[in-house]
């Protein structure tokens, strides 16, 4: 069997992957140890992340031509693929997060929503708060003048009951 049919598959399965992600996040993960990095896997799992491993060759011919495109610059060494299909933010911050605890790993690069970010853009952007954490502070801000309100027309109608009694 020839190389290239060897490398069809995973190809195949990195742009399966990566296919209809809303963001991709790439780290070097030397100098991890092994449980440093069960502790990460475990957190992106829970994340809904989806974090694997593989040949900087193969990545390149599977994001070729897409928007991933311009990752490709930054697939040199050890390097790890962190993607998401929910949540555009979740892998830039739990990948932040945790290489404040482990160093060693760096974060090199990501595509957020089909546009490129360093590794000083992807930090910036893990501070962004999630979807869900944006939706309540919102609906919070919406309900209390609503709250409000109401608390001050109920006080003006208890005022006029005890006025009329």
Do not use: C, H, W
Not at 15 to 30: C, F, G, H, N
Not at 63 to 72: F, H, P, Y
Request: proline letters at 4%; zero cysteines; hydrophobic letters at 40%.
């Amino acid at each position: 069997m020839a190389k290239v049919e060897l490398k069809q598959p995973i190809v195949e399965e990195i742009k399966e992957t990566v296919k209809d992600a809303q963001s991709v996040v790439l780290v070097d993960y030397r100098g991890l140890t092994v449980e440093q990095d069960t502790r990460l896997r475990k957190s992106l799992r829970e994340a809904d992340i989806t974090y694997k491993v593989y040949k900087n060759t193969m990545v390149k011919l599977a994001v070729d031509g897409t928007d991933l495109d311009s990752i490709k610059v930054d697939l040199e060494g050890p390097t790890a693929i962190a993607v998401s299909k929910t949540d555009a933010t979740a892998p830039a911050r739990v990948l932040s997060k945790f290489a404040k605890e482990a160093p060693a790993l760096e974060i090199k690069s990501g595509v957020v929503e089909g546009t490129y970010y360093d590794a000083a853009g992807i930090k910036s952007i893990a501070a962004v708060p999630s979807r869900e954490e944006l939706l309540s502070k919102f609906l919070g801000s919406i309900q209390s003048p609503i709250a409000n309100f109401a608390r001050v027309i109920k006080q003006i109608a208890e005022k006029n009951e005890a006025a009329e009694a």
